[in-house]
């Protein structure tokens, strides 16, 4: 079993920044995968990023080049760092954690956090 509570949503102006946290405790850290999810009104949820225990990471094309997905394991946390946003990155945003190797892959993914909004205006 694994809580996750997100942290550092808000509102920011297009071609700011943001950096969202996601504190994990309950098993051990290490051997999950870690993802950011992000669920726009009105559509599905979507990847955004993942990055495994040791190693691979993944970007959605979306992303790529703006966000940084980073993980501290000493701390058990994971970090987005959100650079050049944009009005279409608005959505709430959702940390998750699965043991699969297919990082990118929603389904996999057993245990999710509340969400944080990240609002960006134009």
């Known amino acids: 079993q694994v809580h996750l509570v997100e942290s550092g949503g808000g509102l920011v102006q297009a071609g700011g920044s943001l950096r969202l946290s996601c504190v994990a405790s309950?098993?051990?850290?290490?051997?999950?995968?870690m993802g950011w999810f992000r669920q726009a009104l009105g559509k599905e949820r979507e990847f955004v990023a993942a990055?495994?225990?040791?190693?691979?990471?993944d970007y959605a094309d979306s992303v790529k080049g703006r966000f940084t997905i980073s993980r501290d394991n000493a701390k058990t946390t994971v970090y987005l760092q959100m650079n050049s946003l944009k009005v279409e990155d608005t959505a709430v945003y959702y940390c998750?954690?699965?043991?699969?190797?297919?990082?990118?892959?929603?389904?996999?993914?057993?245990?999710w956090g509340q969400g944080t909004q990240v609002t960006v205006s134009s």
């Open positions: 309950g098993d051990t850290f290490n051997a999950y995968a």
């Open positions: 998750a954690a699965g043991l699969s190797f297919r990082i990118s892959h929603i389904d996999e993914y057993a245990y």
């Open positions: 990055k495994a225990g040791i190693g691979t990471t």
